[in-house]
């Protein structure tokens, strides 16, 4: 168990849909970051978040968006949902604002199936 | 692009051989970091090394940095069946709380097959 913790593990779900993916980062870490991992387009990151804060945005698209809570834990939400969409979605998260000496501690991710 | 790319796309090899993975970059870095994953998990931190170290050392695990070629490999001693993963190398972090560096960028991976 990496102490970051994400939910659900797998959703199924139909095109046109929204999805919640939730993540809990590692106790006393402050920053966020999601990842879509496919078999295309490999690791891309989507967005970061600072204590609360959105830090840094990457290849993320309009039709998802993410937010960090006062207690930390970060929500991706992704709507119209596309094929392409079927992805891993991966939450990760540091001390600091960046990946630090010790680098990120990714949780164990979340597969999503759009059919 | 700051994406890092290994080399090989996939290695295949016998327990106890070494197993040597390249990692090239393309821009200025601050730090160039090793990531493994199993499949269909997520990624484990293996090891980083900063832009004014050229070598350093974990375990069975050894990771040498030329930032005049813009490149860095990973070197698995004595690999064990355990190994068999994806292995990435990943670019862009930084360490100050404030920095903008956050993010890194991750390569495709190596895969690498340990057969027993």
């Known amino acids: 168990d990496s102490g970051v913790t994400q939910t659900p593990k797998h959703l199924i779900t139909a095109t046109g849909q929204r999805v919640t993916l939730r993540c809990s980062p590692r106790?006393?870490?402050?920053?966020v970051y999601w990842y879509q991992q496919s078999l295309d387009q490999g690791l891309q990151f989507l967005i970061q978040?600072?204590?609360?804060?959105?830090?840094a945005k990457g290849n993320i698209l309009e039709r998802f968006s993410a937010q960090q809570f006062p207690d930390l834990h970060s929500e991706l939400n992704l709507s119209s949902l596309e094929l392409g969409d079927s992805a891993l979605y991966f939450c990760?998260?540091?001390?600091?604002?960046?990946?630090?000496?010790?680098?990120?501690?990714f949780g164990s991710g979340t597969r999503l199936t759009v059919v | 692009s700051q994406q890092g790319e290994e080399d090989p796309q996939a290695l295949s090899i016998q327990e106890g051989e070494n197993a040597t993975m390249n990692c090239s970059y393309k821009?200025?870095?601050?730090?160039l970091q090793w990531y493994r994953q199993n499949s269909g998990r997520g990624l484990v931190h293996l090891i980083l090394?900063?832009?004014?170290?050229r070598e350093k050392h974990s375990g069975r695990l050894r990771v040498t940095l030329d930032t005049s070629k813009k490149s860095s490999s990973l070197l698995i001693t004595a690999s064990r069946a355990a190994d068999t993963a994806s292995y990435f190398c990943?670019?862009?972090?930084?360490?100050?709380?404030?920095?903008?560096?956050?993010?890194?960028?991750f390569g495709r991976g190596t895969q690498l097959t340990v057969w027993p």
């Open positions: 990943a670019t862009g972090g930084g360490f100050d709380r404030g920095s903008t560096l956050g993010r890194l960028y």
């Open positions: 106790s006393g870490d402050l920053s």
């Open positions: 090394i900063r832009s004014n170290e």
């Open positions: 978040y600072y204590n609360g804060e959105e830090r």
């Open positions: 990760a998260s540091s001390v600091a604002g960046s990946s630090g000496a010790a680098g990120y501690t």
């Open positions: 821009t200025s870095i601050n730090n």
